[in-house]
């Protein structure tokens, strides 16, 4: 046993470890190892963009990963952590293209496709590796001898044959439909990369005149129903006239102006979008409008337009609301989806008015053309106010859609895109279990989510699943393996087959062709992270061995993004008979992180400020306080409430870790005291008593059942417990859980209880009881090490071989490293029988324990400090042993414990009733009684006081209706908490006579 230094210096200690880790190979996996004795345990990382930097989010997510891969390289397993990064498309483009403007002033136009992607390729070879050293430094035990990047070559060519393999099958072909588009990155995007944000804006009311002359009044034919009567309609119209218009156009309904124009309001938050309104759109079944379908209105703009091509027609569809706005729909097929759909039914036309930058284009008119399409918003309000036709703006909030990766609002855009009829639509959602199957016969065959309510989510989006649009207008990425055919050319390839070509390779004769210009969806490569890492389509020896993979730990927000395509490309491409798979599906268990907030359940965010750097924390606190300061507050699914104290809690756990282990050390030094040593001793005789001392106590010596105190056995009780406790959590993926359990077990019962009691055995001179308890410690304190080290590495494999637990323990089962120790199992059967392991000792122990918080609850009645020596006179029930007096007069800090079985007590005696005896603490001499009541009254005046404050604003309405909830319950947990002490202080008072 080495000996352990004051102090825990985690920077060291961790750069240390990682490289030893490294050199040996210890996160490296090899499928010749997995045997049925060795099975697999494989765990692919969710792939952070090539050019990202850790953040909150990657330390739960990737400390979770670690988590369970140290826990299964415990459990024997050969254990393959897959790392690697994604191109990240979009995100990267726009990276380059932003230093390309700012440095050069130039645009990927001025440089050309083959030269801008060498600038991006430069750009990741910079910028690439710089979350993956990140990541390292946080401990994750990736296996990085198989580092992925989604662009490598053997991996783009899988992305390629899968296009090739889906193109053939039917399942990918080429359409004009209209999809998301990001006006800043210019490209497509598929609905789940569309993040929908509520937007204060204003609805604008304008007015449009009906063409017709015939409008206003229509004779109905004899079946028509009363609802549209010639009465009901000149009741309507007579009505409309008596109202001002704004009021008019609050209930809808045609307005009839003095000159006998008949006038439609429309409601919109777009009016820039008016020059491209192909119809308007009324309910049928609405009979306010019902006798106005197949006329036509008179769209304002754009104003330079002759009157005869401002006409579009008025249409009938059970698509529009009769409660939004008016009720009446301006319908522009080209700039929203609801409204192509409606132009689809009804055949109208497509106006298109908006570049795709975002900008307006000619057809917007010569007011609009060339702005930006908000700052064409405002003018639109601005000309049809000059018109006299702007009725209103209401201030209006909506949700409105935004570019994930740009952060803008998107446009709904008619554009030729490629897609996706996603496979394996049915196994996928058949192979996910729901919650209602898990609680009546769980089953080894489905995959389980952790939380299991994203089953429902992930069942939904399944049942409503649409095409998927996976092609984009970007130049770094998978380039879409199809070539057409030059309109000029001849082309003699018989692959070809036609005008259009797709394939591996290219055409045999590339001058007759020409490649499509656009790249895949950065999803469309991900989704075959799970085996395209492997070696697919080859049969590889890691693919047999770690496919499916065990866990995939992500989260909710990409469900739809990877895991549910993941799912659906492995049963589409791993159902092969050749891999001779029983299940295709990629992984067993997912686990759905929650989303990091700050303390006042904010999202982290650059913006507000809220969101720390980890690689700052880990610098002041080590990797170890940022691990398990983050885990301790992260329940199953559920968001996380980021506190900068819980990573100093997490360093005060490791210090306080550190420091248990020098306390059994210094047990070592104790023992040499007793050693007998001559004053004319020699120097060598000296030095080798000090070679003794340094092994006075063998380390994990044999525990004596015979000599194991109740407080020894209390101990290992306990520890029994955590571990059942914490290898439960892990089962059912409850980390809080477990490091709540280890916590609690090791700050509270080992070191504020145990190891306090063991003091009394400890500072005694029988060597023979000192040395097993110090065994009993040791055992603790290896078991403890093990449980800690899937949290807290770094300083649990410092420890574990500053202690010398690792000299006797075989070299692949914790003698290399405590990564391959075995994880402790919970006690047999032989060993508690042999080490007089009865559940009896649990409560004795904690009657005893009881006992020393009433007296030190008498000591803050009596108001006395903790490190004051006291006398305690206790009045036993049952028997109590020596012993087991010296281990509580130890946790009272106390002079004395005398038992006395007949004792009275005097005046100003504070009393306490315990399970084992009355425990009394006379204050005669301790304290001025007269001076201690007079200030007890005092301060319970004062407590009066602020409890009467905080009544007074819980009973104001105001203050209870107008605060936040979290206010409100801090203002509860105030009171609670005076009246608490109120209580406490009047009942010392009362004890004083």
């Avoid at 409430?641 to 870790?657: S, T, Y």
Wanted: glycine share 6%; hydrophobic share 35%.
């Amino acid at each position: 046993m080495s000996e352990i230094s004051k102090a825990y210096e985690p920077q060291a200690v961790e750069a240390r470890w990682y490289d030893f880790w490294l050199k040996n190979g210890c996160f490296t996996a090899d499928p010749a190892r997995v045997s049925a004795k060795r099975p697999a345990y494989s765990i692919v990382i969710p792939p952070p963009n090539v050019t990202g930097m850790l953040h909150m989010g990657h330390v739960l997510n990737n400390t979770i990963q670690d988590i369970l891969s140290r826990k299964a390289r415990m459990d024997g397993k050969e254990v393959l952590w897959l790392p690697g990064t994604d191109h990240a498309g979009i995100a990267t483009q726009v990276q380059v293209e932003r230093a390309l403007k700012k440095e050069e002033r130039k645009t990927r136009h001025d440089l050309g496709r083959e030269e801008f992607l060498k600038r991006v390729w430069a750009w990741k070879e910079k910028h690439g590796g710089i979350i993956i050293n990140q990541l390292k430094k946080l401990g994750c035990s990736c296996d990085w001898t198989r580092e992925r990047f989604t662009m490598d070559p053997d991996y783009s060519r899988c992305v390629q044959q899968v296009f090739v393999d889906l193109y053939h099958k039917g399942l990918i072909y080429r359409g004009k439909r209209m999809v998301n588009w990001c006006p800043v990155s210019q490209t497509a995007l598929s609905d789940e990369e569309v993040e929908m944000k509520p937007q204060k804006g204003f609805l604008y009311h304008f007015r449009v005149q009906v063409a017709e002359k015939d409008s206003a009044i229509r004779k109905p034919a004899p079946q028509t129903t009363p609802n549209c009567d010639d009465n009901l309609l000149l009741h309507m119209q007579q009505k409309v006239a008596q109202v001002p218009s704004e009021a008019a156009s609050e209930k809808g309904g045609p307005q009839i102006d003095s000159e006998g124009r008949v006038w439609l309001t429309i409601a919109t938050t777009r009016p820039e979008t008016i020059p491209g309104d192909t119809a308007v759109a009324v309910n049928p079944k609405d009979p306010r409008y019902a006798h106005l379908i197949g006329k036509h209105i008179i769209r304002p703009l754009p104003i330079q337009l002759p009157a005869e091509q401002k006409l579009i027609p008025i249409i009938g569809d059970e698509h529009v609301d009769f409660e939004f706005g008016t009720g009446v729909l301006k319908v522009t097929p080209a700039h929203d989806k609801a409204d192509f759909e409606i132009g689809q039914r009804h055949q109208l036309p497509v106006v298109d008015i908006m570049n795709p930058n975002g900008t307006m284009n000619e057809l917007a008119g010569d007011s609009l053309a060339g702005m930006d399409r908000f700052e064409a918003r405002s003018v639109a309000v601005e000309r049809l106010t000059e018109l006299g036709v702007m009725v209103e703006e209401k201030p209006y909030e909506n949700s409105v859609g935004f570019s994930q990766r740009a952060d803008v609002p998107i446009e709904p855009r008619l554009s030729e895109q490629w897609f996706l009829k996603y496979p394996g639509v049915e196994q996928a959602r058949a192979c996910v279990e729901q919650p209602e199957e898990r609680s009546k016969a769980p089953r080894s065959d489905k995959m389980r989510f952790h939380p299991d309510r994203w089953a429902k989510v992930y069942d939904h989006w399944l049942t409503n699943i649409q095409d998927w649009c996976i092609s984009r207008q970007l130049w770094w990425g998978h380039r879409i393996p199809v070539w057409y055919l030059r309109s000029e050319g001849e082309s003699q390839n018989a692959e070809a087959g036609g005008k259009v070509y797709c394939g591996l390779t290219p055409p045999s004769d590339p001058g007759n062709w020409e490649q499509d210009p656009d790249v895949l969806d950065t999803w469309f490569s991900s989704w075959l992270w799970p085996f395209a890492t492997m070696g697919w389509p080859e049969q590889t020896e890691t693919l047999r061995k770690f496919y499916p993979t065990t866990d995939l730990v992500t989260g909710p927000d990409i469900i739809f993004f990877w895991v549910a395509r993941m799912i659906m490309a492995g049963y589409e491409f791993m159902g092969d008979p050749k891999f001779g798979l029983p299940d295709a599906m990629p992984f067993r268990n997912v686990y759905f992180t929650g989303i990091i907030r700050d303390k006042q359940g904010r999202k982290m965010s650059k913006t507000l400020g809220n969101s720390p750097d980890p690689l700052d924390l880990i610098a002041r606190y080590g990797a170890d306080a940022l691990r398990f300061g983050t885990m301790r507050g992260a329940p199953l699914g559920q968001d996380v409430l980021f506190d900068e104290k819980d990573v100093e809690l997490g360093r005060n756990f490791c210090n306080k870790l550190w420091n248990a282990c020098r306390f059994r050390q210094m047990q070592d030094v104790q023992g040499a005291a007793d050693m007998p040593q001559s004053e004319s001793s020699s120097p060598e005789s000296r030095a080798e008593t000090g070679r003794k001392a340094e092994n006075s106590f063998e380390i994990q010596g044999e525990i004596r059942p015979e000599l194991l105190s109740t407080d020894d056995k209390w101990i290992l009780l306990k520890l029994d417990k955590a571990i059942v406790e914490i290898t439960e959590a892990f089962e059912s993926y409850n980390f809080s859980i477990a490091t709540q359990a280890i916590y609690r077990f090791f700050w509270s019962e080992y070191c504020d209880w145990y190891i306090e009691a063991s003091k009394a055995v400890l500072q005694g001179v029988d060597r023979e009881r000192r040395a097993n308890t110090v065994a009993v410690i040791d055992f603790v304190l290896s078991h403890l090490l093990r449980l800690f080290h899937p949290f807290i590495p770094f300083v649990t494999e410092e420890l574990w071989h500053g202690m010398g637990y690792s000299a006797d323990m075989p070299e692949d089962q914790g003698g290399k490293t405590l990564m391959n120790a075995p994880w402790p199992k919970p006690f047999d059967e032989n060993l508690r029988i042999n080490w007089g392991l009865d559940d009896g000792y649990l409560e004795s122990a904690e009657k005893r324990y009881d006992l020393v918080r009433e007296g030190r609850n008498l000591r803050r009645q009596a108001n006395l400090p903790s490190n004051k020596k006291v006398k305690f006179i206790f009045k036993p029930t049952p028997e109590i042993t020596p012993n087991d007096v010296e281990v509580m007069r130890l946790l009272l800090n106390a002079e004395s414990i005398e038992p006395v079985q007949d004792y009275t007590p005097a005046r100003n005696t504070l009393t306490a009733l315990t399970p084992v005896g009355e425990l009394f603490l006379p204050l005669e001499g301790l304290v001025d009684v007269e001076a201690e009541k007079a200030r007890l009254a005092k301060e319970i005046a004062k407590m009066a006081q602020e409890i009467e404050k905080v009544q007074q604003k819980l009973a104001n309405p105001n203050f209870v209706q107008k605060v936040p909830p979290q206010v409100l319950e801090e203002h509860k947990q105030r009171l609670a908490d005076w009246q608490g002490k109120q209580q406490h202080a009047q009942a010392t008072l009362d004890s004083m006579g």
